[in-house]
């Protein structure tokens, strides 16, 4: 069982994709998978409905437009230079400490929405990560004790305007927030089906040609470590997203640099966690 929403943006209705690839409306048992849901024992009870064989569930039509598989997060916490071998390829000295920035929560979008390379823009970038939903209010939580603070995983493409992170002064956040630039899914993997996370290969092509191609067990700090340390410095809550940052293989990094143009197509995917598709389109 993952979970999946469905419908129009910002009006996503829940569902589960099933063993058997059946695609089931849950909305009329649950409301939606957000904060609450995941507060108050949501992941239990739909484990439940599903074991039952999913009574009163109808199948999603194949038609249905598939959203981001968790409600839009209070917040999305993304950890930079988190591989070697990206923070190598920007050139850049090793961070002795996780590199945490905030990608604004109105940049959510779905895994096959189009990502709309802003006006102006020349240096559109792609970033595959794992990212890793709350479960629970996690707050200054030991490193022993964090994956049970872990709800379950997926798929995520930190899009991010060169231009604007890099050479406009400031923070990051500007290169990164754009609408569209944070899509997730397809589908939330619960964590009790990813016994090991930094054990799953993720990749991202464009246009068919890989470009990243990694291990998440090469992360420089681990999913448990980046839980119990972002904890430190803010209560993540139910429903939150951390992006655990990216391999070598962004387009800012190839000799000469190569940016998204309209036209190009990004396939993000995670061993176990399922691919998803955008089509970049000028703004």
Known sequence: MKLIRFGEPGREEPGVLLDDGRRIDASGQFHDY??????????????????????????????????????RPSKIVCVGKNYLDHAKEFGEEIPSEPVLFMKANSAWSGPFDDVTRPPGSKKLDYEVELAVV????????????????????????????????????????????????????????????????????????????????GWTGDMMNGV?????????FMSLLPGDVIATGTPGGVGMGMKPPRYLTPGDSVICGIEGLGEMRQRVVEG
């Not at 448990?224 to 430190?232: D, G, M, P, Q």
């Open 34 to 71: 957000d904060e609450g849901f995941f507060a108050f024992g949501g992941m239990d009870a739909l484990e439940s409905w599903v074991a039952d064989g999913c009574p009163d569930g109808e199948e999603i039509p194949p038609t249905a437009r598939i959203g981001p598989p968790i409600d």
């Open 134 to 213: 709350i479960g629970k209010t996690a707050s200054r939580v030991s490193e022993l004790d964090a994956l049970d603070h872990v709800a379950g995983y997926s798929v995520f493409c930190d899009y991010s305007e060169r231009t604007y992170q890099k050479e406009m002064g400031g923070q990051w956040t500007k290169g990164k927030s754009c609408d569209g630039f944070g899509p997730m899914g397809p589908a939330l993997t619960p964590a009790s089906q990813i016994p090991d996370p930094q054990g799953l290969r993720l990749w991202c092509k464009v246009n068919g040609v890989i470009r990243q191609n």
């Open 224 to 232: 448990a470590f980046l839980v119990s340390y972002i904890s430190r």
